[in-house]
């Protein structure tokens, strides 16, 4: 949407750098979970930055020289590294360890027809509990999300999940060597896992770049008890509704 206003068409085809940090802090103090922000022009060199750092070449995965050539904005879910992150601040580079899984939006600003440049945000999953939360809250389900390719057996790939003492997905938790291998291969996988003292179900989610290569995944999962206390609920209710079809049919019948 800012890139199709006349006025900053223009700061971006001047390639206005202190305008544009001007805008870009304007707009993060309005919309606090985006957590990247930068302007590019169509060489894809910076030419703002909220922290004041510009003049170096920024791509993420292809995402950016895709909506340059294209002039249509892109989504993705991408790898980022620490160094990407550190140049936007140190906070956000302190939240992952060599690189993160950030929701990266592109969106191309053109001038007399041509592309000049581009606006850059990303939200950071690493440590982002809106997702899970908001999963929970909607769903009343427990989650995660996961980088791959993961050291099967280490639990260290959970970049965030549901922050509750009762969560499956806790820092103990593991996810099963099935579950990971069909992940990667770009597989669903619904099945059972043991928790630290419980048996579960989960089912994970591929998450896909642009290129469609696999870089991370998205889990939900239930304890074994919760799911055996519904089943035994709906065997009660089916037993209370045959009862009383054979009490209504008698009752007919007389």
């Known amino acids: 949407q800012a890139g199709s206003e006349p006025a900053i068409k223009e700061l971006v085809r001047r390639k206005d750098t202190r305008e544009l940090k001007d805008?870009?802090?304007?707009?993060?103090?309005?919309?606090?979970?985006?957590?990247?922000?930068?302007?590019?022009?169509?060489?894809?060199?910076?030419?703002?930055?909220?922290?004041?750092v510009a003049g170096d070449f920024l791509e993420i995965s292809g995402v950016v020289e895709r909506a340059i050539k294209t002039g249509e904005a892109v989504t993705s879910t991408e790898v980022v590294s620490k160094d990407v992150l550190a140049r936007e601040s140190a906070a956000l580079?302190?939240?992952?360890?060599?690189?993160?899984?950030?929701?990266?939006?592109?969106?191309?600003?053109?001038?007399?027809?041509?592309?000049?440049?581009?606006?850059?945000?990303?939200?950071?999953?690493?440590?982002?509990?809106?997702?899970?939360?908001?999963?929970?809250?909607?769903?009343?389900?427990?989650?995660?999300?996961?980088?791959v390719p993961p050291q099967v057996g280490r639990a260290g790939n959970i970049i965030t999940s549901t922050q509750l003492s009762q969560s499956i997905f806790n820092p103990l938790f593991v996810l099963p060597e099935r579950a990971l291998s069909s992940v990667v291969n770009n597989k669903k996988f619904l099945g059972a896992a043991s928790g630290e003292d419980a048996e579960t179900f989960i089912a994970v989610e591929p998450v896909l770049d642009?290129?469609?290569?696999?870089?991370?995944?998205?889990?939900?999962?239930?304890?074994?008890?919760?799911?055996?206390?519904?089943?035994?609920?709906?065997?009660?209710?089916?037993?209370?509704?045959?009862l009383a079809g054979a009490a209504l049919s008698l009752f007919l019948a007389m």
């Open 23 to 52: 805008l870009l802090s304007g707009y993060s103090s309005t919309r606090p979970y985006v957590d990247f922000w930068a302007v590019v022009d169509s060489k894809r060199t910076v030419i703002a930055r909220r922290s004041g």
């Open 93 to 147: 580079a302190s939240r992952v360890e060599a690189s993160g899984l950030m929701q990266v939006a592109v969106t191309p600003v053109e001038s007399n027809g041509r592309v000049t440049g581009a606006f850059i945000t990303g939200v950071l999953l690493n440590g982002y509990d809106w997702l899970p939360w908001s999963v929970y809250q909607n769903y009343h389900v427990y989650s995660a999300v996961f980088t």
């Open 210 to 242: 642009i290129n469609g290569k696999v870089v991370g995944g998205l889990g939900v999962g239930v304890y074994s008890s919760e799911v055996k206390r519904l089943v035994s609920s709906m065997e009660r209710n089916i037993l209370l509704l045959t």
